[in-house]
DNA sequence: CAAACATATGAATAATTGTTCATATGACAG
DNA sequence: CTGTCATATGAACAATTATTCATATGTTTG
């Protein structure tokens, strides 16, 4: 198979990896849909927003109004954003009367952010 | 202090969380610019492309013609999403020639991405 | 030096996104 | 039921961004 066998893609000259690992990679590379989701979450992380919410909740279980507060932000950008960590599972929330408690879900949200805090740090 | 007093904030009726949490919480808050560097540094992290080039490079250093052949994107494309990597040291790269070989820069890297994965596979 | 190859970069375009404003939903008190 | 408070949501606008195309930089070979 020559080079101009391919014409779509662009090739170099050769291929510098060896063959068994581009077989290696391309078997344990996740499918599309799993590398999506995994862009998805990492969106949800990608605001200073809602990374202020989750470091207030990781402090205590609070309500939008007092978060908005917190922030100093209004309670329909709050609210926006709890809608986005909530859908990504990253807090839940809990009724009580009118009030909406939200907290943290689970542990990676701690993990991921102390990680990015420690890569930043250096 | 009454309600009228702050007129550029909205407020619900009372706050809810004690005043200790508040302190807490405002204390332990990273600065405004600590938050940005770490929403920025996620939002690389936030494209499939990207975690498709991360994903290659756990599997062993390679040049930016092989990521670009193995993943079926153009050179141009590798190169701009490489530049961002670089930029926020998610990767690091060395010369050989005509060739520049790029790897991960750190643990980090993988860290985030299995706490990531391991969140989406809930 | 010139030609060829690998990589980098600038400009342009299409698509995505955070906030605001206005309004809707839902819960409780009277 | 009505009014009020807490929260949610839809539409619109401004800002950001991933890719493409064209071209520039840098390295090696002859």
Known sequence: MTREDLPEVER???I???EDIVKKVTREMPGDETLYDLADLFRIFADSTRIKILYVLYGSEMCVCDIAQLLGMTQSAISHQLR???QSKLVK??????TVFYSLADDH???ILAQGMEHIAE
Chains 1, 2 share one sequence.
């Not at 929330?93 to 009118?98: F, I, L, S, V, W």
């Open 12 to 14: 170099c000259e050769f």
């Open 16 to 18: 510098h990896v060896h």
């Open 84 to 86: 986005a960590l909530k």
């Open 93 to 98: 929330y809990r009724r009580e009367g009118k």
């Open 109 to 111: 949200v701690v993990t």
